[in-house]
Antibody, heavy 116, light 110 residues
Framework: QVQLQESGPGLVKSSETLSLTCVVS?????????WGWIRQPPGKGLEWIGS???????FYNPSLKSRVTVSVDMSKKQFSLKLSSVTAADTAIYYC?????????WGQGTMVTVSP | QSALTQPASVSGSPGQSITISCTGT?????????VSWYQQYPGKTPRLMIY???QRPSGVSVRFSGSKSGNTASLTISGLQAEDEADYYC??????????FGGGTKLTVL
């Protein structure tokens, strides 16, 4: 059974860089899927952040592209998100997910708050 | 890219059928078969309910169905049950390997 688990600081200061990691268990991270990050501000909808293939090929939301980096570490079976120059608007639950034709398996999500 | 357009809320009585629409453009919903739908209970993780416009993952009730016409995709829930009360989000693949979500629809079972 494939499971994803996000981890990282729950509080990040404004203007600094948000860093999160998603560990994949029950499946090889190089099994032919893409892996993605999605976020959800409190009380609001879902927003796709970016996706990565095990080869390192990445695709980013154009609205976030200048601030986002997604990377993969196959040896650790994990992929990571870095979002720079954060503001209060980046406060959200951050989910990692497996991407097949759709986001079919999700992590439980981790809440990140940006403080002034 | 702009978010897909969904109604903010829909409602129905137990046993009835409801349909949630998801309107995009030729560059997303209208251009590709990769439309998906997610169910989310308050405080919970989204769950995939429909993929590739009309395909149901294993374990999803046959009461959930999806379709698409032009730039608008739809999720239909038949035989509405109290447990269907949740938020529903559509998502579409868009050009240049992007993905875009709808704003979400709150389903109330009366």
């Amino acid at each position: 059974q494939v499971q994803l688990q996000e981890s990282g600081p729950g509080l990040v200061k404004s203007s600094e860089t948000l860093s999160l990691t998603c560990v994949v268990s029950g499946s090889s991270i190089s099994s032919g899927y893409y892996w993605g990050w999605i976020r959800q501000p409190p009380g609001k909808g879902l927003e796709w952040i970016g996706s990565i293939y095990h080869s390192g090929t990445t695709f980013y939301n154009p609205s976030l592209k200048s601030r986002v980096t997604v990377s993969v570490d196959m040896s650790k079976k994990q992929f990571s998100l870095k979002l720079s120059s954060v503001t209060a608007a980046d406060t959200a639950i951050y989910y990692c997910a497996r991407l097949d034709d759709a986001f079919d398996i999700w992590g439980q999500g981790t809440m990140v708050t940006v403080s002034p | 890219q702009s978010a897909l357009t969904q109604p903010a809320s829909v409602s129905g009585s137990p046993g009835q059928s409801i349909t949630i629409s998801c309107t995009g453009t030729n560059s997303d919903v209208g251009g590709y078969k990769y439309v998906s739908w997610y169910q989310q209970y308050p405080g919970k993780t989204p769950r995939l309910m429909i993929y590739d416009v009309s395909q149901r993952p294993s374990g999803v009730s046959v009461r959930f169905s999806g379709s698409k016409s032009g730039n608008t995709a739809s999720l239909t829930i038949s035989g509405l049950q109290a447990e269907d009360e949740a938020d529903y989000y559509c998502c579409s693949y868009a050009s240049n390997n992007n993905y875009v979500f709808g704003g979400g629809t709150k389903l109330t079972v009366l």
